[in-house]
């Protein structure tokens, strides 16, 4: 269990909550593991939840508090509320924020100013990791990326801001290869998509979608609408506003951790297939085994940059979409983009 910014988040799929009195209990295995006053909460935000007593909707209903539930996996399935909601308020200021031209650029150049910077990052470390492989392309990459992180807030409108992050990502994934220490079946000649056509490709593609849904998810418990965003234009079916969100998170969560797989050969050539259609994917068996690895690493703890607060990694998501949240509302005075240090 971890409290955050006055919203509980219960990640123990044992945990069972009842009401004592004027205060939430939650108890694992029939032992009080926590209590909280339910006038402290603004919400409560379930991770493949035991169970949850009537009492316990019937508080949250009178007093506001928003009850979300999600699978073990992070997938949203539902948000019990009461009559009076504040959705609607978030939700009009977010349509008035993203229909405001100079509102959304501020925004989006915060998503990708810190896209890029966490890349950057990404880069700088295997520098020093590995010095002696750190060839001036890779010095040179780190370079244009700090100058595209830089130059993010000087953009004039949403179609440069799109012409720039294209750009770093372009010079991002042209050095990409040489994070990778294992070679064998695992060469990265740059990005491909809509299928994937090598084992490196399958895994970021797979592993982004993965990330898009649990950042959606957090869209859906906050209360925002998932598909209108402040960078990404609309589309019908698209999630927009998680695109955004997960730009910022796409180097430091999801590159790093495919790295890690290869480098730590926890996964091999053999584990994929392929076919015309479908380009490169995971096999069945080696992707119920990533997700389990997957699982892990969202168990990990990182020192959140704004909250200066240790937090599980598979928590980040649901703190910066609640963060955009406040901004939104206007709670706060910017947005605190995730920035690796």
């Not at 402290?40 to 379930?46: A, D, P, S, Y």
């Not at 950042?215 to 209108?228: I, K, L």
């Not at 997960?246 to 290869?262: G, N, P, T």
Request: hydrophobic share 45%.
């Amino acid at each position: 269990m971890k409290k955050l910014l006055n919203t509980l988040y219960v990640t123990n799929p044992e945990a069972y909550l009842c009401k004592a009195d004027d205060a939430l209990v939650v108890r694992v295995d029939g032992e009080k593991a926590m209590q909280l006053p339910f006038h402290l909460l603004e919400g409560i935000v379930m991770f493949g939840y035991l169970g949850c007593s009537p009492a316990v909707f019937e508080a949250c209903a009178k007093q506001g508090i928003s009850l979300a539930f999600l699978d073990a996996g992070g997938r949203f399935l539902a948000r019990v509320e009461g009559p009076v909601s504040g959705n609607v308020l978030l939700r009009r200021a977010q349509y008035r924020a993203s229909d405001d031209e100079g509102a959304a650029l501020a925004l989006a150049q915060r998503f990708v100013a810190a896209k890029v910077h966490n890349a950057r990052i990404v880069l700088q470390r295997c520098m020093r990791d590995y010095p002696e492989d750190a060839g001036e392309d890779l010095a040179d990459a780190v370079k244009a990326l700090k100058g595209h992180e830089l130059g993010a807030f000087s953009t004039c409108g949403a179609d440069e801001l799109r012409g720039l992050e294209g750009d770093a990502a372009h010079r991002y994934f042209s050095v990409f290869d040489r994070l990778l220490r294992v070679q064998d079946g695992f060469a990265f000649a740059g990005r491909t998509r809509r299928p994937p056509r090598d084992p490196v490709n399958a895994l970021l593609s797979f592993f982004y979608s993965m990330l898009s849904r649990e950042v959606a998810s957090a869209c859906e418990t906050v209360g925002f609408d998932p598909q209108v965003g402040f960078f990404h234009r609309d589309r019908p079916g698209r999630a927009s506003l998680a695109l955004d969100v997960m730009e910022e998170l796409r180097a430091w969560y999801v590159d790093r951790f495919v790295v890690s797989l290869i480098n730590r050969r926890q996964v091999c050539v053999a584990d994929f297939d392929s076919s015309e259609a479908t380009g490169v994917v995971l096999g069945d068996a080696a992707r119920k085994n990533v997700l389990g690895l997957w699982q892990q690493r969202k168990q990990e703890q990182v020192m959140h940059p704004f909250l200066k607060e240790k937090v599980p990694v598979g928590l980040v998501p649901f703190l910066q979409v609640q963060l955009l949240a406040r901004y939104v509302r206007g709670d706060l005075d910017d947005y605190p983009a995730f920035i690796w240090r």
